[in-house]
């Protein structure tokens, strides 16, 4: 799906004490975003774009759970870069792609994270009602943990990344009916045992989710501003759930590029289009 690249970089010991954000700072500059305290915050990020952070990516972490407060919850994907082996949510690594802040709330003690290959991993009191239920089809359905941030009335913060990145849109195409279905197969443990399941997923290239920035814009429902020395957006699920449903109701391929476009993830997306009965 839809991540920037992670990088051993991330990584990287030596911090500009000097230039670096403390988790203090950072806590007010999400806090004057519009993160409430008690919120339930999705959050798809790209640490290389915030760096550097006095403590790294726990100390941009930290900054998080203390602009939503203890009565708030911080929750970001989790799952891992291959389906073709049970997930397990106790050794799994997150898919680099998802950047080192996801693999860094997982391993945090108060973290909660799915058992399931489309996982969550959250930290705060709905924690576990957000990420332990049980796995759907497609991956980002009513009922997935994206799917619950939006029954929550959740935010979600696009931390240094795009709408590409946006997770609540694949909720968004499901509700907004869009018609592709792309065949995929995954294993799961049942009973202790490997077993393959095949399901289909509205997938395709994605780049063309940022369009829904536009839709948001034109009805002013996107907060921006500074982050450490990244950029950041806040929604609610809610607004983008409803803004981005009603285009696929009108247009239920938009986010497909044309069919000259050479696209080979969109061609196939169109294709179980015209593949259905």
Known sequence: MEHEPSSDLEHAPLIDRKNASSSTVLAEQLTELGVNQGSVLLVHSSYRAIRPVIGGPAGLLDALLSAVGPQGTVVMPSWGARSDVPF?????????DLGVLAETLWHHPDSVRSEHQFAFAAIGPQARDIVEGEITFP?????SPVGIVHDLDGQVLLL???????TTIHLAEIVG??????????????????VSRTYGENDHCCANF?????????????????VGRGTAQLCRSRDIVRVVGDRIRRDPLIFLHSAVAGCE????ARA???ATP
Do not use: F
Not at 88 to 96: E, F, G, L, N, P
Not at 139 to 143: L, Q, T
Not at 160 to 166: C, E, I, P, S, W
Not at 265 to 268: A, K, L, V, Y
């Open 210 to 226: 940022v369009m829904a920035e536009q839709w948001l814009d034109a009805e002013r429902l996107i907060r921006r501003g500074r």
């Open 160 to 166: 240094g990344v795009g709408h590409d990145a946006n």
């Open 265 to 268: 993830e969109c061609d196939h």
């Open 272 to 274: 179980t289009v015209s």
């Open 177 to 194: 009916a869009a018609p592709y279905r792309v065949e995929k197969t995954i294993v799961l443990l049942e009973n202790g045992r490997p």
């Open 139 to 143: 991956p980002h359905a009513p009922g």
């Open 88 to 96: 397990d949510r106790a050794s799994t690594a997150t898919a680099t």
